[in-house]
């Protein structure tokens, strides 16, 4: 039996679009991720089959890990060709915003975004969406978009236009933001979803080896020179730093996506509770972040209080405009900080 995430009433709107719009563009945030990538291109697929124009628009380039994907090959990138992707949104009927809530996680996508005369729907599993959607779509309880836009489908009446190119697109999703099925992923609902995706034919072992199994020989041994030389553990609580430079990640020929998992290394310590990853990005004049956690402790409030980031308990993320050392430095007074707290949730990190 498939979970009723969406009632009739939710997706009215969507359905009346369905009947007079003809062209749809769906995109998502930059930096695109696995459940980015995956969600878009299952949800054109599906709009292609209702018969209705669309096309996948993204901020920027994609990891190679992930090209491999049914579709990928239609995608537009706005970083290599913004004069397209800016007329492709400008002239849309219907915009479907995928896994972000507010617009600048689009980059340079924001301004056609905005002034577009086109009716917007957002799908999303991150808290707080903002005002800028006809109809929003926002359970951040789910563990994935993928996992929401199998729900929409289902919604709409049309489970059985899910073929097997649309379902490894969503168990590609599905898997890349649970790491694996390994976190935010309790839900015997999930559980469901998956089943129901295996039943469309989808090799779930062959994904796994493309997302995970296609590294560089460079990717592996700047692995290694992370956890021996870069992994911070701090004494004062059981938390984990990893940092890179612009240069350490230009040393070992570093390609898009060569870091994805690496802040989740720490996490095989046992006691580590929550870990952080620090990337120098000059070509942007910030500092990405990525936070992950185990059980309760709270992560994404670590995120938003000191870095002004946010994302789900167990995963977020950030930027910070300054210097790599500056980061560090305010992740660690975040600590000291936090070390003074009386909620449960948080102190557990400061129990040796």
């Given at each position: 039996m498939i979970d009723n995430y969406f009632s009739g009433s939710d997706i009215q709107e969507f359905r009346k679009w369905m009947e007079w719009a003809d062209r749809y563009v769906v995109i998502s945030h930059m930096g695109p991720d696995g459940d980015a990538v995956g969600s878009s291109l299952a949800l054109c697929r599906f709009l292609r089959k209702c018969g209705k124009q669309c096309t996948v628009v993204l901020p920027d380039e994609v990891p190679d890990f992930l090209k491999w994907l049914p579709g990928f090959s239609d995608v537009v990138i706005y970083s290599d060709d913004s004069e397209r992707a800016e007329k492709l949104v400008y002239d849309a009927d219907v915009v479907c915003s995928l896994d972000f809530n507010t617009v600048k996680r689009i980059s340079g996508v924001a301004a056609s975004f905005l002034y577009t005369k086109a009716k917007k729907i957002v799908i999303d599993h991150h808290p707080y969406p903002g005002p800028f959607f006809d109809v929003t779509l926002s359970h951040p309880e789910s563990s994935s978009t993928s996992e929401l836009v199998f729900h929409f489908i289902c919604a709409m009446g049309q489970y059985g236009l899910i073929d097997t190119e649309t379902a490894v697109c969503l168990y590609t999703g599905i898997m890349t933001d649970t790491g694996a099925l390994t976190y935010n992923s309790s839900s015997s609902g999930l559980f469901g979803t998956v089943s129901l995706l295996l039943d469309k034919g989808i090799d779930k072992d062959e994904i796994y080896r493309n997302v995970y199994h296609t590294y560089s020989e460079s990717r592996l041994r700047l692995q290694g020179y992370v956890l021996s030389e870069k992994m911070q553990i701090i004494d004062s609580a059981s938390a984990a730093l990893v940092t890179l430079t612009d240069a350490e990640l230009k040393k070992y020929n570093a390609r898009k996506g060569d870091t994805e998992g690496f802040v989740n290394m720490?996490?095989?310590?046992?006691?580590?509770?929550?870990?952080?990853?620090?990337r120098e990005d000059t070509v942007l004049g910030i500092i990405k972040l990525s936070f992950r956690s185990v059980g309760t402790v709270p992560c994404n409030r670590f995120?938003?209080?000191?870095?002004?980031?946010?994302?789900?308990?167990?995963?977020?993320?950030?930027?910070?405009?300054?210097?790599?050392?500056?980061?560090?430095?305010?992740?660690?007074?975040?600590?000291?900080?936090?070390?003074?707290s009386s909620e449960e949730c948080i102190r557990q990190l400061f129990v040796k």
């Open positions: 720490p996490l095989q310590i046992k006691g580590i509770l929550m870990s952080a990853f620090f995120s938003q209080e000191f870095f002004n980031g946010g994302g789900h308990v167990n995963a977020a993320g950030g930027e910070f405009t300054g210097t790599l050392q500056e980061a560090v430095e305010v992740f660690r007074k975040g600590l000291e900080k936090w070390a003074e």
